[in-house]
């Protein structure tokens, strides 16, 4: 017998999950326009940097598209789906995180070649405008990802927030280049200006890919809770200790966004069938009021269970 407090979950998760589809959706538009902006840009400066990140952009807008569309597709059929689509999201994640990947590649590949022979900066007027104009866009998504995630933590919502911030930063590096690198174009050595700061750019993206691989490597391990979500549920139980005789287990994990966990706990064989469901409401109710986006479910033992 398990005893939960789930009544108001479904509600939530369909709120939950529209919230997460419609600003993805938003992602998709904004990800290919962003696209349009950068091919402008790059074509007219000739610099590597702008290349780099197109390449970029072009890896992600496509993960992005694939994210959507398969969530979109998902959720249409999400009777067929009793623990929600958390391991989806988290395989979504590593899709992200796979483009930045080859895009990391691709950058540092070209970053190479052009450290051997520099090539020079052409017309930036325009390619700076739209650049400095992006700074802006991918700083206000990066902004609502990190909102959205922290109220409805997310493998999907976390890889694109990290998308958006690298690109945000990428955008200001860009700026500084073109700048630099046109101002101070009479010396050779500018010339090298452009490749050097890609490379950077490719360890910083590799950075935000092994971020967003952890995490969702971990989801999609069954990895039990870290020791500040155990320390609350240590707490909860001790706060409880009175009205269950013994806790023979606790079980935890994460599933893209929601945390499950379980409780094995041993009653007095005198309480009656309705006492223990009050107490295992209420322990449902504080540990889910605790640990954001979780699920309790207290399972009542006579005896303690084989690992």
């Known amino acids: 017998m398990l005893i939960t407090n789930d009544s108001e979950m479904s509600a ?42 197109l390449v970029q952009e072009s890896a992600e807008t496509l993960a992005t598209i694939v994210a959507w569309g398969t969530l979109r597709h998902l959720r249409r059929r999400r009777y067929e789906f009793d623990f929600g689509l958390g391991k989806v999201e ?15 590649y691709c950058i540092a590949h070209e970053a190479a070649a052009r450290l051997l022979a520099p090539q020079p900066l052409e017309s930036v007027g325009l390619g700076l405008g739209l650049i400095i104009a992006w700074i802006g866009v991918d700083g206000f998504y990066w902004w609502k990802f990190v909102q959205l995630d922290r109220q409805q933590p997310s493998p999907i919502l976390e890889a694109t927030g990290k998308s958006y911030r690298a690109g945000t930063v990428v955008c200001v590096a860009l700026t500084v280049t073109l700048l630099i690198g046109k101002l101070l174009q009479k010396h050779h050595w500018a010339l090298y200006i452009d490749p050097i700061i890609s490379l950077g750019y490719a360890v910083y993206m590799l950075k935000t890919v092994y971020e967003i691989t952890a995490r969702s490597l971990g989801d999609l391990t069954d990895c ?23 806790c023979h287990g606790v079980k935890s994990r994460r599933s893209g966004g929601t945390v499950h966990i379980e409780l094995y706990l041993e009653f007095h064989s005198d309480r009656r069938m309705a006492e223990i469901h009050d107490v295992a409401e209420r322990m449902c109710a504080s540990l889910q009021a605790n640990i954001r986006g979780s699920r309790v479910i207290v399972v009542p033992v006579r005896r303690k269970m084989d690992p």
């Open 12 to 53: 939530q998760d369909k709120k939950n999950g529209d919230a997460k589809e419609r600003l993805l959706g938003q992602s998709v538009i904004i990800e290919v326009v962003g696209l349009l902006v950068e091919v402008v840009a790059a074509v007219m400066s000739n610099s590597l940097s702008l290349y780099a990140d």
């Open 90 to 104: 988290s395989c979504l994640g590593l899709l992200v995180a796979g483009s930045m990947a080859v895009s990391v």
């Open 224 to 246: 039990t809770l870290d020791e500040t979500l155990q320390l609350v549920i240590v707490r909860e139980l001790a706060k409880f200790f009175a009205e269950y005789e013994q």
